[in-house]
């Protein structure tokens, strides 16, 4: 993403998706306020999220209010995953949170200004237009895909779980009309495998993983709205492959997961629900710190 100019009124467009991801004090200098109006899928390593601290920070630092239009978020009905150790964070997770932590774009931005999760504890002058008729159990459509990735609501619904592929060798279905709804790799064994597909470059991802190569896996694209992160994919790859080396992209699956502990237990064959009892304390903890900052119910 570069900078440039809008067409239609000649004011400068400036990416916060490259190299620099936090407005400058120069890039803010002139200006009234800042409105903060994205929309959001819920889950941790959905890098707008990290956008909407950066900006926070920025305002704070620079003493310019900072409003957030809130928006449904379609992964709200839920709260689930590894909770993020702060050692691994990074633009895929900045504060200690769960993989999908269940509240809007305006409640998560409450919580990380109350809590002190801005750096050096600077706080934002922070307005929050809320929603209304609207609760966290809503199905929700979005109209518009929110990047272009995430194509359509399966996608979106299973991006928590297939997601943590982005972490490893497998493809999630990037290079195909089906991002997030498929998985599978040349690696993976063709004999437990009646689905393949073919990753080829689109306006969505230019370099595929395995482009142009035959890929063995499953098509998930008529999976039913889920209410948990699952990791029966992402163990079926793993124990269905010919390397199990060749899974694991150690450093960046970490980052997705925000813990080391995931791809160890997965390596080390625990079953799906012995790795969520593992989760369970640090769930509770935050849904303690969540629940004060819930605007809906």
Known sequence: MTDGIDTKTGLPLIS?????????????????????????????????????????????????????????????????????????????????????????????????????????????????????????????????????????????????????????????????????????????DSTQYNFTYTPKPNFGSKNPKHKGALCYGKDLSEIHRMSEVSLQWLIDAYQNTKDKDKVFNTSGFTKHAGTEKLQQQIEAGLSESEIKTTWQEDLEKFKGIRKKYLIYP
């Open 16 to 188: 916060l998706y490259g190299k620099n991801r936090k407005p400058s004090s120069e890039q803010l200098a002139g200006l009234d306020l800042v409105l903060f109006d994205i929309q959001d899928v819920g889950v941790r390593f959905y890098t707008y999220i990290a956008t909407l601290q950066l900006v926070m920070e920025a305002c704070a630092e620079n003493k310019i209010p900072i409003v957030v239009l809130d928006r449904p978020n379609p992964n709200a009905h839920y709260v689930d995953g590894p909770t993020m150790e702060m050692e691994h964070s990074g633009f895929l997770g900045m504060t200690p949170i769960p993989l999908v932590y269940g509240m809007t774009i305006g409640e998560y931005a409450t919580m990380i200004n109350e809590e002190g999760w801005l750096e050096n504890k600077v706080k934002a002058d922070l307005t929050v237009i809320s929603l209304e008729n609207w609760m966290h159990e809503t199905e929700y459509h979005l109209p518009v895909r929110p990047s272009p990735n995430l194509p359509s609501d399966v996608a979106i619904n299973l991006y928590p779980s297939l997601g943590l592929f982005e972490g490893t060798n497998i493809n999630a279905g990037r290079g195909t009309e089906f991002q997030f709804q498929r998985y599978g790799a040349p690696f993976l």
